[in-house]
Protein backbone atom coordinates (compact mmCIF):
# COMPACT_ATOMS: atom_id res chain seq x y z
CA UNK A 1 0.00 0.00 0.00
CA UNK A 2 0.93 3.37 -0.45
CA UNK A 3 1.64 5.70 2.44
CA UNK A 4 -2.08 7.50 1.38
CA UNK A 5 -3.66 4.16 1.65
CA UNK A 6 -2.22 2.88 4.65
CA UNK A 7 -3.06 6.16 6.71
CA UNK A 8 -6.52 5.63 5.15
CA UNK A 9 -6.39 1.78 5.94
CA UNK A 10 -5.08 3.01 9.58
CA UNK A 11 -8.43 5.59 10.24
CA UNK A 12 -10.69 2.59 8.88
CA UNK A 13 -9.42 0.78 11.05
CA UNK A 14 -9.99 3.04 13.83
CA UNK A 15 -13.52 4.44 12.73
CA UNK A 16 -14.91 1.38 10.52
CA UNK A 17 -15.07 -1.78 12.61
CA UNK A 18 -18.43 -1.96 14.76
CA UNK A 19 -18.46 -2.18 18.12
CA UNK A 20 -18.83 -5.79 18.66
CA UNK A 21 -16.15 -6.31 16.33
CA UNK A 22 -13.87 -3.75 18.78
CA UNK A 23 -15.14 -5.37 21.52
CA UNK A 24 -14.21 -9.25 20.58
CA UNK A 25 -11.45 -8.50 19.08
CA UNK A 26 -9.57 -5.12 20.57
CA UNK A 27 -6.45 -5.18 19.64
CA UNK A 28 -7.17 -6.91 15.75
CA UNK A 29 -5.81 -5.08 12.78
CA UNK A 30 -8.68 -7.37 10.60
CA UNK A 31 -11.43 -4.35 8.50
CA UNK A 32 -14.41 -6.76 9.62
CA UNK A 33 -16.94 -4.23 8.74
CA UNK A 34 -20.40 -3.99 8.20
CA UNK A 35 -22.17 -5.66 5.38
CA UNK A 36 -23.98 -1.84 4.34
CA UNK A 37 -19.79 -1.62 3.64
CA UNK A 38 -19.38 -3.97 0.76
CA UNK A 39 -22.98 -3.37 -0.84
CA UNK A 40 -21.26 0.38 -1.47
CA UNK A 41 -18.50 -0.27 -2.54
CA UNK A 42 -19.81 -2.64 -5.53
CA UNK A 43 -22.58 -0.18 -5.66
CA UNK A 44 -20.20 2.67 -6.11
CA UNK A 45 -17.87 1.04 -8.69
CA UNK A 46 -21.18 -0.21 -11.04
CA UNK A 47 -21.49 -3.52 -12.61
CA UNK A 48 -19.97 -5.38 -9.84
CA UNK A 49 -20.87 -7.93 -7.28
CA UNK A 50 -18.62 -9.58 -5.29
CA UNK A 51 -18.36 -13.09 -3.46
CA UNK A 52 -20.54 -13.72 -0.71
CA UNK A 53 -18.16 -17.16 0.22
CA UNK A 54 -19.70 -19.52 2.32
CA UNK A 55 -16.59 -21.16 4.60
CA UNK A 56 -17.77 -24.26 5.53
CA UNK A 57 -14.28 -25.08 6.59
CA UNK A 58 -10.98 -23.39 6.95
CA UNK A 59 -8.87 -24.08 3.59
CA UNK A 60 -11.74 -22.40 2.12
CA UNK A 61 -11.94 -19.87 4.39
CA UNK A 62 -8.43 -18.99 3.94
CA UNK A 63 -8.54 -19.64 -0.06
CA UNK A 64 -11.01 -16.47 0.25
CA UNK A 65 -9.29 -14.23 2.04
CA UNK A 66 -5.93 -14.72 0.25
CA UNK A 67 -7.92 -14.15 -2.91
CA UNK A 68 -9.58 -10.94 -1.71
CA UNK A 69 -6.00 -9.69 -0.95
CA UNK A 70 -4.81 -10.44 -4.32
CA UNK A 71 -7.62 -8.61 -5.94
CA UNK A 72 -7.84 -6.16 -3.74
CA UNK A 73 -11.46 -6.48 -3.51
CA UNK A 74 -13.89 -6.14 -0.92
CA UNK A 75 -15.71 -9.89 0.16
CA UNK A 76 -17.95 -11.47 2.53
CA UNK A 77 -17.49 -14.19 4.69
CA UNK A 78 -20.73 -16.21 5.18
CA UNK A 79 -22.32 -19.24 6.90
CA UNK A 80 -26.25 -20.44 6.65
CA UNK A 81 -28.09 -21.47 9.64
CA UNK A 82 -28.75 -24.55 8.21
CA UNK A 83 -24.96 -25.18 7.42
CA UNK A 84 -24.17 -24.58 11.17
CA UNK A 85 -25.15 -27.87 12.11
CA UNK A 86 -23.42 -29.68 9.55
CA UNK A 87 -20.16 -28.02 9.41
CA UNK A 88 -17.57 -26.92 11.83
CA UNK A 89 -17.66 -23.24 11.16
CA UNK A 90 -20.80 -22.10 12.50
CA UNK A 91 -22.36 -18.50 12.82
CA UNK A 92 -21.47 -18.19 16.22
CA UNK A 93 -17.85 -18.78 15.71
CA UNK A 94 -17.22 -17.80 11.81
CA UNK A 95 -16.24 -13.61 12.57
CA UNK A 96 -13.66 -15.51 15.14
CA UNK A 97 -12.30 -17.63 12.20
CA UNK A 98 -12.09 -15.24 9.90
CA UNK A 99 -10.38 -12.33 12.19
CA UNK A 100 -7.42 -14.76 13.21
CA UNK A 101 -7.15 -16.04 9.53
CA UNK A 102 -6.99 -12.05 8.63
CA UNK A 103 -4.50 -11.15 11.01
CA UNK A 104 -2.22 -14.20 9.96
CA UNK A 105 -2.03 -13.63 6.39
CA UNK A 106 -2.09 -9.80 6.40
CA UNK A 107 -5.01 -8.68 5.20
CA UNK A 108 -6.09 -5.43 5.14
CA UNK A 109 -8.96 -5.21 2.41
CA UNK A 110 -13.01 -5.09 4.42
CA UNK A 111 -14.65 -8.12 5.28
CA UNK A 112 -18.10 -8.76 6.07
CA UNK A 113 -19.31 -11.58 8.29
CA UNK A 114 -22.84 -12.60 6.89
CA UNK A 115 -25.21 -15.00 8.82
CA UNK A 116 -27.04 -16.66 5.76
CA UNK A 117 -30.10 -18.17 5.36
CA UNK A 118 -31.27 -17.10 9.02
CA UNK A 119 -34.62 -18.97 8.33
CA UNK A 120 -38.00 -18.81 9.78
CA UNK A 121 -40.33 -21.67 8.59
CA UNK A 122 -43.22 -21.16 11.12
CA UNK A 123 -43.80 -19.24 14.35
CA UNK A 124 -42.71 -21.83 16.19
CA UNK A 125 -38.95 -19.87 15.44
CA UNK A 126 -40.18 -16.28 15.99
CA UNK A 127 -39.88 -16.56 19.54
CA UNK A 128 -36.37 -18.76 19.94
CA UNK A 129 -35.26 -16.13 17.25
CA UNK A 130 -35.88 -13.30 19.23
CA UNK A 131 -32.90 -15.09 21.65
CA UNK A 132 -30.47 -16.24 18.84
CA UNK A 133 -30.10 -13.05 16.24
CA UNK A 134 -28.87 -10.83 18.97
CA UNK A 135 -26.18 -14.06 20.14
CA UNK A 136 -25.29 -13.67 16.80
CA UNK A 137 -24.21 -10.56 16.66
CA UNK A 138 -22.62 -10.83 20.27
CA UNK A 139 -20.61 -13.69 18.37
CA UNK A 140 -19.10 -11.05 15.55
CA UNK A 141 -21.87 -10.96 12.94
CA UNK A 142 -22.05 -8.23 11.02
CA UNK A 143 -25.00 -8.73 8.55
CA UNK A 144 -27.71 -10.86 8.27
CA UNK A 145 -30.33 -12.68 5.87
CA UNK A 146 -33.81 -12.82 7.28
CA UNK A 147 -35.47 -15.29 5.05
CA UNK A 148 -39.01 -16.22 6.11
CA UNK A 149 -39.47 -16.92 2.23
CA UNK A 150 -41.13 -20.67 2.76
CA UNK A 151 -44.15 -18.71 4.46
CA UNK A 152 -46.75 -16.96 2.73
CA UNK A 153 -46.02 -13.64 1.70
CA UNK A 154 -47.87 -11.95 4.32
CA UNK A 155 -46.35 -14.23 6.85
CA UNK A 156 -43.25 -13.50 5.37
CA UNK A 157 -43.67 -9.92 5.80
CA UNK A 158 -44.46 -9.78 9.50
CA UNK A 159 -41.88 -12.12 10.52
CA UNK A 160 -39.84 -9.69 9.16
CA UNK A 161 -41.36 -6.46 10.61
CA UNK A 162 -41.25 -8.38 14.29
CA UNK A 163 -37.59 -9.28 13.82
CA UNK A 164 -35.39 -6.97 12.17
CA UNK A 165 -35.87 -4.77 14.89
CA UNK A 166 -32.97 -7.10 16.44
CA UNK A 167 -30.38 -6.18 13.88
CA UNK A 168 -28.35 -3.70 14.66
CA UNK A 169 -29.19 -0.14 12.33
CA UNK A 170 -25.31 -0.78 11.27
CA UNK A 171 -25.53 -3.70 10.03
CA UNK A 172 -25.84 -5.71 6.47
CA UNK A 173 -29.21 -6.51 6.24
CA UNK A 174 -30.81 -9.65 3.44
CA UNK A 175 -34.69 -9.99 2.82
CA UNK A 176 -35.70 -13.03 0.83
CA UNK A 177 -39.06 -13.39 -0.91
CA UNK A 178 -39.53 -16.95 -2.90
CA UNK A 179 -37.74 -19.92 -1.50
CA UNK A 180 -34.81 -21.13 -3.26
CA UNK A 181 -36.14 -24.24 -5.38
CA UNK A 182 -34.96 -24.02 -9.06
CA UNK A 183 -37.22 -23.45 -11.60
CA UNK A 184 -40.44 -24.46 -9.28
CA UNK A 185 -42.13 -21.65 -7.68
CA UNK A 186 -40.24 -18.28 -9.46
CA UNK A 187 -40.31 -15.08 -7.49
CA UNK A 188 -42.67 -12.22 -9.29
CA UNK A 189 -42.43 -8.13 -9.28
CA UNK A 190 -45.39 -8.46 -7.30
CA UNK A 191 -44.02 -10.51 -4.19
CA UNK A 192 -41.18 -8.52 -4.20
CA UNK A 193 -42.56 -5.10 -4.28
CA UNK A 194 -45.15 -6.20 -1.52
CA UNK A 195 -42.18 -7.30 0.59
CA UNK A 196 -40.07 -4.07 0.30
CA UNK A 197 -43.03 -2.00 0.24
CA UNK A 198 -44.18 -3.16 3.51
CA UNK A 199 -40.99 -2.67 4.98
CA UNK A 200 -40.35 0.48 3.80
CA UNK A 201 -43.54 1.31 5.60
CA UNK A 202 -42.28 -0.18 8.87
CA UNK A 203 -39.49 1.54 8.80
CA UNK A 204 -36.72 -1.04 7.88
CA UNK A 205 -34.46 -0.42 4.78
CA UNK A 206 -32.66 -4.21 3.77
CA UNK A 207 -29.94 -3.76 1.78
CA UNK A 208 -30.39 -6.60 -0.24
CA UNK A 209 -33.30 -8.50 -1.65
CA UNK A 210 -33.06 -12.62 -2.75
CA UNK A 211 -34.94 -14.02 -5.17
CA UNK A 212 -35.69 -17.34 -6.57
CA UNK A 213 -34.67 -16.08 -9.91
CA UNK A 214 -34.28 -20.52 -10.72
CA UNK A 215 -30.97 -20.42 -9.06
CA UNK A 216 -30.69 -23.69 -7.28
CA UNK A 217 -28.52 -24.85 -4.27
CA UNK A 218 -25.77 -26.87 -4.29
CA UNK A 219 -25.32 -29.07 -7.48
CA UNK A 220 -26.79 -27.20 -10.26
CA UNK A 221 -28.28 -30.35 -12.54
CA UNK A 222 -30.44 -28.84 -14.97
CA UNK A 223 -28.31 -26.21 -16.69
CA UNK A 224 -31.15 -23.69 -16.82
CA UNK A 225 -29.38 -21.85 -14.00
CA UNK A 226 -30.18 -17.93 -13.15
CA UNK A 227 -32.66 -16.16 -15.06
CA UNK A 228 -31.12 -12.84 -15.51
CA UNK A 229 -34.44 -11.34 -17.73
CA UNK A 230 -36.47 -12.07 -14.37
CA UNK A 231 -34.24 -10.67 -12.25
CA UNK A 232 -33.56 -7.15 -14.07
CA UNK A 233 -37.28 -6.92 -14.12
CA UNK A 234 -37.64 -7.19 -10.09
CA UNK A 235 -34.38 -5.11 -9.45
CA UNK A 236 -36.12 -2.56 -11.86
CA UNK A 237 -39.63 -3.07 -9.81
CA UNK A 238 -38.13 -2.04 -7.16
CA UNK A 239 -35.51 0.81 -8.29
CA UNK A 240 -37.30 3.68 -5.66
CA UNK A 241 -36.44 1.47 -2.55
CA UNK A 242 -32.62 1.68 -3.40
CA UNK A 243 -32.21 -2.37 -3.32
CA UNK A 244 -29.72 -3.93 -4.11
CA UNK A 245 -29.65 -7.78 -5.20
CA UNK A 246 -27.93 -10.81 -3.61
CA UNK A 247 -27.77 -13.68 -6.07
CA UNK A 248 -28.12 -16.97 -4.20
CA UNK A 249 -26.77 -20.44 -5.79
CA UNK A 250 -24.32 -18.94 -8.04
CA UNK A 251 -22.24 -22.49 -7.77
CA UNK A 252 -22.28 -24.30 -11.28
CA UNK A 253 -23.80 -21.19 -13.34
CA UNK A 254 -21.46 -20.62 -16.07
CA UNK A 255 -19.34 -17.45 -16.58
CA UNK A 256 -20.85 -15.50 -19.40
CA UNK A 257 -24.26 -15.54 -17.15
CA UNK A 258 -22.93 -14.45 -13.71
CA UNK A 259 -21.23 -11.21 -15.52
CA UNK A 260 -24.95 -10.58 -17.37
CA UNK A 261 -25.91 -10.63 -13.49
CA UNK A 262 -23.21 -8.16 -12.80
CA UNK A 263 -23.86 -6.28 -15.81
CA UNK A 264 -27.50 -6.03 -16.29
CA UNK A 265 -28.77 -6.37 -12.77
CA UNK A 266 -28.54 -4.12 -9.34
CA UNK A 267 -26.50 -7.55 -7.90
CA UNK A 268 -23.49 -6.68 -5.16
CA UNK A 269 -23.47 -9.84 -3.27
CA UNK A 270 -22.98 -13.89 -5.11
CA UNK A 271 -23.56 -16.50 -2.83
CA UNK A 272 -20.83 -19.21 -3.54
CA UNK A 273 -20.82 -22.51 -1.20
CA UNK A 274 -20.48 -25.84 -3.15
CA UNK A 275 -17.97 -25.24 -5.21
CA UNK A 276 -15.69 -24.05 -2.69
CA UNK A 277 -16.34 -26.85 -0.68
CA UNK A 278 -15.27 -29.13 -3.89
CA UNK A 279 -12.18 -27.36 -5.06
CA UNK A 280 -10.81 -27.68 -1.77
CA UNK A 281 -11.40 -31.28 -1.80
CA UNK A 282 -9.96 -32.11 -5.10
CA UNK A 283 -13.17 -32.80 -6.56
CA UNK A 284 -12.95 -32.48 -10.50
CA UNK A 285 -15.19 -29.96 -11.27
CA UNK A 286 -15.84 -27.84 -15.17
CA UNK A 287 -14.97 -24.29 -15.54
CA UNK A 288 -17.96 -22.73 -13.09
CA UNK A 289 -17.40 -25.07 -10.47
CA UNK A 290 -19.91 -27.94 -10.91
CA UNK A 291 -19.03 -31.48 -9.91
CA UNK A 292 -18.13 -33.92 -12.54
CA UNK A 293 -19.39 -36.81 -11.66
CA UNK A 294 -17.84 -40.01 -13.08
CA UNK A 295 -19.44 -43.07 -15.00
CA UNK A 296 -20.52 -44.75 -11.97
CA UNK A 297 -22.25 -41.56 -11.00
CA UNK A 298 -19.45 -40.89 -8.13
CA UNK A 299 -17.16 -37.79 -7.92
CA UNK A 300 -14.24 -37.71 -9.44
CA UNK A 301 -11.04 -36.95 -7.11
CA UNK A 302 -8.18 -35.20 -9.04
CA UNK A 303 -5.07 -37.21 -8.13
CA UNK A 304 -2.28 -34.88 -6.50
CA UNK A 305 -4.72 -31.97 -5.69
CA UNK A 306 -6.92 -31.42 -2.56
CA UNK A 307 -6.86 -33.91 0.35
CA UNK A 308 -5.11 -36.78 0.28
CA UNK A 309 -6.50 -39.61 -1.33
CA UNK A 310 -6.16 -41.75 1.44
CA UNK A 311 -8.12 -39.21 3.26
CA UNK A 312 -10.79 -38.71 0.43
CA UNK A 313 -11.07 -43.04 0.46
CA UNK A 314 -12.30 -42.55 3.88
CA UNK A 315 -14.50 -39.42 3.58
CA UNK A 316 -15.87 -41.80 0.38
CA UNK A 317 -16.60 -44.61 2.75
CA UNK A 318 -17.79 -42.71 5.71
CA UNK A 319 -20.40 -41.10 2.67
CA UNK A 320 -21.50 -44.96 1.64
CA UNK A 321 -22.08 -45.72 5.05
CA UNK A 322 -24.53 -42.93 6.12
CA UNK A 323 -26.52 -42.81 2.54
CA UNK A 324 -24.58 -39.44 1.59
CA UNK A 325 -25.00 -38.79 -2.24
CA UNK A 326 -24.48 -35.75 -4.61
CA UNK A 327 -25.13 -32.52 -2.65
CA UNK A 328 -25.61 -34.39 0.51
CA UNK A 329 -21.66 -34.51 0.72
CA UNK A 330 -21.48 -30.94 2.69
CA UNK A 331 -22.36 -32.87 5.26
CA UNK A 332 -18.21 -34.38 5.58
CA UNK A 333 -17.21 -30.83 6.68
CA UNK A 334 -17.81 -31.55 10.44
CA UNK A 335 -16.31 -34.83 10.70
CA UNK A 336 -13.58 -35.13 8.49
CA UNK A 337 -12.25 -31.23 9.35
CA UNK A 338 -10.04 -32.40 11.85
CA UNK A 339 -8.83 -34.87 9.71
CA UNK A 340 -8.18 -31.88 6.48
CA UNK A 341 -6.27 -30.18 9.56
CA UNK A 342 -3.84 -32.88 10.62
CA UNK A 343 -2.53 -33.09 6.84
CA UNK A 344 1.04 -32.27 5.76
CA UNK A 345 1.34 -28.79 5.16
CA UNK A 346 1.78 -29.35 1.12
CA UNK A 347 -1.20 -30.93 1.16
CA UNK A 348 -3.38 -28.24 3.35
CA UNK A 349 -1.68 -25.44 1.49
CA UNK A 350 -3.23 -26.72 -2.24
CA UNK A 351 -6.41 -27.28 -0.92
CA UNK A 352 -6.43 -23.59 -0.23
CA UNK A 353 -4.70 -22.49 -2.98
CA UNK A 354 -6.74 -24.20 -5.18
CA UNK A 355 -9.95 -21.95 -3.61
CA UNK A 356 -7.61 -18.81 -4.09
CA UNK A 357 -7.09 -19.30 -7.82
CA UNK A 358 -11.01 -20.06 -8.49
CA UNK A 359 -12.10 -17.18 -6.11
CA UNK A 360 -9.71 -14.74 -7.42
CA UNK A 361 -10.94 -15.47 -11.35
CA UNK A 362 -14.17 -14.86 -9.87
CA UNK A 363 -13.52 -11.62 -8.75
CA UNK A 364 -11.52 -10.53 -11.35
CA UNK A 365 -12.62 -11.94 -14.64
CA UNK A 366 -16.28 -12.49 -13.91
CA UNK A 367 -17.33 -10.58 -10.91
CA UNK A 368 -15.87 -7.27 -11.86
CA UNK A 369 -15.00 -6.68 -7.98
CA UNK A 370 -11.11 -5.59 -8.27
CA UNK A 371 -10.35 -2.87 -6.25
CA UNK A 372 -13.43 -2.46 -4.40
CA UNK A 373 -11.34 -2.51 -1.46
CA UNK A 374 -10.64 1.22 -1.27
CA UNK A 375 -14.16 1.64 -2.27
CA UNK A 376 -15.52 0.25 1.03
CA UNK A 377 -12.97 2.38 2.58
CA UNK A 378 -13.87 5.43 1.15
CA UNK A 379 -17.45 5.12 2.31
CA UNK A 380 -16.35 4.40 5.68
CA UNK A 381 -14.21 7.63 5.88
CA UNK A 382 -16.93 9.83 4.25
CA UNK A 383 -19.50 8.50 6.69
CA UNK A 384 -17.01 8.91 9.72
CA UNK A 385 -18.25 5.98 11.13
CA UNK A 386 -18.98 2.06 11.16
CA UNK A 387 -22.76 2.92 10.58
CA UNK A 388 -23.40 4.13 6.92
CA UNK A 389 -27.15 4.29 7.43
CA UNK A 390 -29.59 3.40 4.84
CA UNK A 391 -29.65 3.89 1.16
CA UNK A 392 -33.40 4.40 1.06
CA UNK A 393 -36.15 6.54 3.21
CA UNK A 394 -39.74 5.64 4.26
CA UNK A 395 -42.25 6.81 1.24
CA UNK A 396 -44.86 4.40 1.93
CA UNK A 397 -47.52 5.13 4.27
CA UNK A 398 -47.28 3.24 7.42
CA UNK A 399 -51.42 3.34 7.87
CA UNK A 400 -51.82 1.27 4.80
CA UNK A 401 -49.26 -1.76 6.14
CA UNK A 402 -50.64 -2.39 8.96
CA UNK A 403 -50.79 -6.13 10.44
CA UNK A 404 -54.18 -6.24 9.52
CA UNK A 405 -53.97 -4.48 6.54
CA UNK A 406 -50.62 -6.60 5.36
CA UNK A 407 -53.00 -9.79 5.78
CA UNK A 408 -55.74 -8.37 3.85
CA UNK A 409 -53.19 -7.62 0.72
CA UNK A 410 -51.72 -11.26 1.93
CA UNK A 411 -55.41 -12.91 1.00
CA UNK A 412 -55.41 -10.96 -2.27
CA UNK A 413 -51.72 -11.97 -3.15
CA UNK A 414 -53.39 -15.74 -3.82
CA UNK A 415 -50.04 -17.25 -4.22
CA UNK A 416 -48.76 -20.98 -2.63
CA UNK A 417 -45.99 -21.53 -1.40
CA UNK A 418 -43.65 -24.35 -3.45
CA UNK A 419 -42.91 -27.99 -3.14
CA UNK A 420 -42.72 -29.32 0.52
CA UNK A 421 -39.48 -30.49 0.35
CA UNK A 422 -36.17 -29.44 1.93
CA UNK A 423 -34.75 -26.73 -0.21
CA UNK A 424 -32.10 -25.40 2.75
CA UNK A 425 -28.18 -24.79 2.06
Request: include cysteine; glycine fraction near 8%.
Amino acid sequence: MSKHQTADFEKALEIGRPPNIKRLFPNSRALIVSGKVIDRALTAKGKAMTIAANGRNLPVIRGVLMAAQKANAAVILEIARSESTYCPTNMWNLARRTDALCNELGVTVPVAVHADHYGIKSQKDVDPARTEIPSLFDAGITSIAMDASHLPDDQNLLANIELAPLIPAWAGYETEVGEIKGKEGLSTPQEAVFLIQGLNANGLFPDWIALNNGTTHGIEATGAGIQVGLTAEIHEALAKYKMSGAQHGTSGNNSERLRRIAEKTRTTKANVATALQMIAWGVKVNEFGNAILDENGAFAKVKGQGVSDGLWADMVAYADKNGLKGGDYKKLNLPFESRMLGQVPEVRERMARAVEDFVFDLLVNVFNARDTAPLAVEAILRAKSYDLGPKAQRIEDPAAWTREKILEKGKAMGKATGPAKSFDD
